[in-house]
């Protein structure tokens, strides 16, 4: 069946650093790939997705690209902020199978 | 105005009790969710109604009924609790899951805490 890994947590970083959270899946066929952040005490919000190869997704200054070959859709962000400080899960397909989540703490 | 909404959003009760908890969503979406996350923020599909239909029952206690009395609203009733069922629960919908239109909006989560 599907499967998703995620890098484990936590991870903390300091303001303005660069971020990096990996996420390799397995998969029957070209499933959508997610990634989804919750915020403490929240629920779960879509912060970008890929539907086919190749594809990037972007929002809020996050990217992740959908990489068939190396079967991985790794979150990166540039510069991030400390409201970025939140829970992080890698998803794929349309039952939305989930990664166990990556807990991020940046520090001003 | 809340999209996906959830009550109650905190549920505190005895091993052996029965609860309900409803939810609720105004998006005009097909399908609807029901997620369980665990203390280590695990999370797991639990059961998916398309249209008023269930279209996934995965591998979970027949203690957990749903029952979606229409579009909108998919509520999940808990019989004979059980100190394992503990647990953050979310609902989620999305617009058509059978034309993969599976993006999903969550719910902010009903912590149920079993003493």
């Known amino acids: 069946g599907n499967s998703v890994t995620q890098m484990e947590g936590p991870v903390t970083l300091s303001e303005e650093a660069f971020l990096t959270i990996n996420c390799t899946y397995t998969?029957?066929?070209?499933?959508?790939l997610f990634w989804y952040v919750q915020y403490p005490g929240e629920g779960l919000q879509l912060l970008l997705k890929?539907?086919?190869?190749?594809d990037k997704g972007s929002n809020k200054g996050f990217e992740a690209t959908y990489r068939k070959e190396t079967t991985s859709f790794h979150l990166e962000k540039g510069s991030v902020q400390v409201s970025d400080s939140a829970v992080y899960f890698c998803?794929?397909?349309?039952?939305?199978?989930f990664g166990q989540g990556t807990r991020l703490t940046i520090n001003p | 105005d809340t999209a996906v909404s959830q009550t109650p959003k905190y549920l505190v009760t005895q091993m052996g009790n029965d609860k309900s908890i409803k939810c609720e969503q105004n998006?005009?979406?097909?399908?609807m969710y029901w997620y369980k996350q665990d203390s280590k923020k695990f999370l797991k599909i639990m059961f998916s109604y398309n249209n008023k239909e269930l279209i996934i029952n995965e591998t979970v206690p027949n203690r957990f009924s749903p029952k979606s009395p229409d579009k909108a609203h998919l509520n999940l009733h808990i019989n004979s609790l059980e100190l394992g069922d503990s647990a953050v629960y979310f609902c989620?919908?999305?617009?058509?899951f059978g034309a993969g239109r599976n993006e999903q909006y969550f719910g902010p989560g009903t912590r149920l805490t079993v003493t």
């Open positions: 890929a539907t086919k190869a190749d």
């Open positions: 989620a919908s999305s617009q058509d």
């Open positions: 998969a029957t066929g070209y499933p959508s």
């Open positions: 998006l005009g979406h097909d399908t």
């Open positions: 998803a794929l397909g349309q039952k939305l199978v």
